[in-house]
């Protein structure tokens, strides 16, 4: 059920980061990687199962919103895709 803003002491502005800003150049993640890495946590960062279900949940909306920012492999096998930003939006991003 919607609320009335004055319900809540503090709003705070929606910032949604960008690949380049989250991910590092050179690097491909995968989805859960690119999750912890949106909490501003280490990749390899160990979290409970339900937690990590949440975040995964939580970064497949960003990813397809930022898909024209990212690159992907071509996953083999069982493997799973692993995922980067891409050179357009590193290069976007030292240009602001």
Do not use: C
Not at 17 to 46: F, N, S
């Amino acid at each position: 059920m919607p609320r009335p803003k004055e319900d809540f002491d503090v709003l705070y502005p929606y910032q949604m980061y960008t690949p380049a800003e989250v991910l590092e150049p050179d690097l491909m993640y995968t989805v859960p990687e690119i999750g912890r890495r949106l909490q501003d946590l280490a990749p390899d960062t160990q979290l409970e199962e339900e937690t990590e279900a949440r975040i995964i949940a939580w970064t497949i909306p960003w990813l397809i919103y930022h898909q024209e920012d990212m690159v992907i492999n071509d996953p083999e096998g069982d493997d799973p895709g692993y995922f980067g930003v891409s050179d357009e939006a590193v290069a976007a991003l030292d240009e602001d």
